[in-house]
């Protein structure tokens, strides 16, 4: 999300609305996490479009977090009813939940960037066969 925009804060009414992205940023950032996870051991696999496209999507992604700590904030401060003030608290937990999940991912994009594809095909025949020999690499070059 571009620093220039200016946040549009929603009245309380809308809070199972944030709640709803919230828990789906979740979800969908633990099986994005999972899959890279995946790729760990093989980041030959990947291309740098899609290590991009990770931090591209997870970066904005962390943009949104902070806005949602700031609209969880001004809700608090509204003096919200009890039912709303557990929502409140468990979408606080969630939120910092995706804030670490956000980050872990960021942290693996950029590890898994150092070996994709790319990087394979532009090592010289020397520098594959160390990396080979250190276990860093895949054995064959496709």
Known sequence: ???TNQVNWQP?????LIASMIDTS???TREHLGTLSKAKDRPHVLDDAT???????HTEQMDYVEIYTRQI??????KPSAVQSRELDR??????QLRVLTADTLALASELRKGTIERVLGMSDLEL?????????P????
């Not at 290590?51 to 999507?57: A, K, L, M, P, S």
């Not at 979408?91 to 910092?96: A, S, V």
């Open 139 to 142: 054995p064959d070059r496709g």
């Open 1 to 3: 999300m571009p620093k």
């Open 12 to 16: 309380i009414s809308q809070m199972p």
């Open 129 to 137: 066969g160390l990396q080979y020999l250190l276990g860093k690499q």
């Open 51 to 57: 290590i991009d496209r990770v931090e591209q999507v």
């Open 73 to 78: 904030s001004r809700w608090r401060n509204e």
């Open 91 to 96: 979408m606080d937990e969630q939120n910092q």
């Open 26 to 28: 979740l979800n969908d």
